[in-house]
């Protein structure tokens, strides 16, 4: 009865798929978990490795993407022992304080001149003083008059052409202050005048020929040119009027000049 019990279990096992294999896998599986279950650390220790070095991962990760770099702050530059010891020297440009330098000095030098200046006294002669005056009147201006001042009294010389110009001469110096006497020593020439007319129709001929240079047309004419009492008188021979005219244009801007004649010009044809 035993037996067929058994029979009648395998049989019951292989129709449900369990055969003599599936007996011996169960058997290994069986054998493994005891194995297992008998060594507790080594199955323990495996699946805390592999987590413990997975999170280590992922952290790092996730430190590389969400966790923010903080940004260097720029530290200030060094500055120097001089700065460091005193600030407010450094901060001061040196421009600004030579400046001021400067601009004092030129101060100190403007106000020195300026006490110079009140300090000094006016330099004047009673000569040239004298002189002034006689030559600021019309009937002396003409005249070379010499002045000599002593100690008590002024000495005039030189020439005049009347009486009357010399006796001017003596009350216009007197008058000049400071001046206590006057010597007048002024010769009388009755001929002066003439003799300084002449030099001055010299000195009119000479200006009026300086003129005609300025000109090409009026040089190639080579007009004579003579002077009496201020009355210019062109002789020559041209081919063109106009040359004549302008030579007397040019020769009525010399100073002196009272009129030009030219009635000695001839007008020559050509042949």
Not at 61 to 74: I, L, N, R, W
Not at 145 to 151: L, Q, T, Y
Not at 221 to 242: H, I, M, W
Not at 258 to 270: F, G, M, N, Q
């Amino acid at each position: 009865m035993a037996m067929k019990g058994r029979d009648v279990k395998r049989s019951q096992l292989s129709r449900n798929g369990f055969g003599p294999g599936m007996a011996v896998l169960a058997i290994c599986q069986c054998a493994l978990l005891m194995s297992q279950l008998a060594s507790p650390r080594l199955v323990q220790s495996e699946p805390r490795s592999n987590t413990s070095a997975q999170p280590s991962a992922d952290q790092s990760k996730g430190a590389d993407s969400k966790v923010p770099v903080k940004p260097h702050k720029e530290l200030p530059p060094a500055e120097s022992p001089a700065q460091e010891s005193n600030p407010v020297q450094s901060n001061t440009p040196t421009p600004k304080s030579d400046e001021s330098k400067t601009k004092n000095e030129s101060g100190e030098e403007g106000a020195e001149k300026g006490k110079e200046g009140t300090g000094r006294k006016t330099v004047s002669s009673l000569i040239l003083t004298i002189k002034l005056a006689l030559l600021g009147d019309p009937r002396l201006f003409p005249y070379e008059i010499e002045v000599e001042a002593g100690s008590d009294e002024v000495t005039l010389g030189g020439k005049v052409s009347t009486e009357a110009e010399k006796a001017a001469a003596a009350e216009i110096a007197s008058m000049v202050p400071t001046v206590k006497s006057v010597s007048n020593k002024l010769e009388v020439v009755k001929e002066l005048l003439e003799v300084i007319a002449h030099k001055q129709d010299e000195i009119i001929t000479r200006h009026v020929k300086e003129r005609f240079t300025k000109s090409a047309t009026v040089t190639a004419a080579n007009f004579d040119v003579k002077t009496e009492q201020g009355v210019v008188s062109l002789s020559g021979a041209v081919r063109f009027q106009v040359i004549v005219l302008e030579a007397v244009e040019a020769a009525r801007q010399v100073p002196g000049v009272k009129a030009v004649k030219t009635d000695k010009v001839r007008i020559e044809s050509e042949g």
